[in-house]
């Protein structure tokens, strides 16, 4: 139901199945947490990863330190749906206003509607009993930008606030559309928002403070979301001890603990045999973080047991294009090229939507001379379609586009990424790569940390107590 009612409330088709759905894992603990990303801070109760081996949340039930984890679920999920659904240049202040405004969303499966809306009232105590961001700063800046503890304290607050504001009328949601549109084209962002709300800064503040005196006004929406099949699915006892940590195995882990990962994850999955999740574990581990010839005979049992395991067959295929790398001679090299490529044709036929393929596929293709071709560009283009958070899927798709003329979809393509605000290293290579193209210099090389996965969890505020001041009030739901 969350995902229709974004659907529904931006346009599109709300039948509309998603190319790949998002897997995600509800836990009841920080120490569950901690065993898919041990270096979550102190206060996260729920983490979205984005990586070049599975895209997935992981959350934490309950409240947590001023979020819930269904909040920070929900937050995440908005970032994964706007990328997926309508891409594009936008400022940092709306993306993240745009994914606080769906975190509070209230569901009620029972009566299948849905409410928008509400506050969150730890973010609600700083709008309410504390100095403000700057707006011009709140309007350019992104928040891993910001130094002032005071300012990053009320990021979040603000954003949602100024979202909340534009959502509360028809008018204001053509202000925000004609504001939007205004930045995408170049626009210095206050002198956009500006002209679109037709106020200054300071009067824009002002009607912001008003606003917070007001009863909020909430949508209900219902009668929108058609009937979802669901299916619960019991799992093997191996999922017990590998369900979790085979997801850290997707994110990575820093070099001084990789063997112990490794060493970890192939001390448990001997526990249990021939399970499927056993061997897929003790093969990823065996492959990237320690004995390859172990991961090697994991996967190849795996194989016997279920021959289109889509996972096994793209493990192995990227060894064999690692292996390809190391060859000592070129014979050796197409030969291993070769297994990749039966590997992958595998893979492909009985997992076309998987976007894991068609990026190995791709990176087969790089070696090739008469690379890139229209297929190479349509291969590039469906792993974008199934996977548009991927930094990973971004680089090579642009870089492809470049060599074969097409510098404004490249552009297009990269744009997302430099205006996403915790891209980090790769948003700021986007940036790079989109002004060489657009002043005809050379591009700037691909880096380590460009290609990290760019692990995303919604600013913590500060806890306060919120009874000391009163959060605003919510006006009932509207039909």
Known sequence: MFDRVMQFRSGVAITTEPQRKLPIYLVRSRSALLRVHPQSGENVVGTYFPTEEDVFAVAIRGDGNGLSGDEVLMHEYAHHF???NFPGSYPAWFVEGFAEYYATAEIDVRDREVILGGFNRNRAYWIMAESW???????????????????????????????????STPERLEQLDIYLKAVASGQDSVTAMQQATGMTLEQLRASLRRYTRERLGRTKISGQFPTAEVYVERLSPAADDLLLINQRLKIGAPNGDRQALGQEVA????????????????????????????????????????????????????????????????DQAQQL???????????????????????LLSELRRTQPSYPNENDILTLGLALDRAPQLAAVRFPYASALIETGKRDEAVAVLKPLANNPHGGGASALASRMIS????????????????????????????????????????????
Do not use: C
């Open 267 to 330: 001390r448990l999955a001997a526990r249990y045999g021939d399970d499927p999740l056993a061997l897929l574990a003790a093969g990823h581990a065996g492959l990237h973080f320690g004995d390859r010839p172990a991961g090697e005979r994991a996967l190849q049992r795996l194989l016997e047991i279920d021959p289109d395991h889509v996972e096994a067959l793209q493990f192995l295929a990227q060894e064999r294009l690692k292996q390809a790398r190391e060859a000592d001679d070129d």
């Open 436 to 479: 060489a193209i657009e002043n005809g210099q050379n591009l700037p090389t691909l880096t380590d940390d460009a290609a990290e996965p760019q692990i995303s969890e919604p600013e913590e505020t500060p806890e306060k107590p919120p009874e000391s001041t009163p959060a605003p009030a919510p006006a009932p739901a509207s039909e």
């Open 82 to 84: 706007m990328l997926g």
């Open 133 to 167: 961001i700057p707006l011009d700063v709140l309007l350019t800046k992104r928040p891993g930008e910001i130094r002032a503890s005071s300012q990053r304290a009320t990021y979040y607050p603000i954003a949602w606030l100024l979202a909340h504001w534009f959502y």
């Open 337 to 359: 090229r070769a297994q990749a490529r039966t590997y992958l044709a595998h893979a492909y036929q009985v997992g076309q939507n998987d976007y894991r393929t068609l990026m």
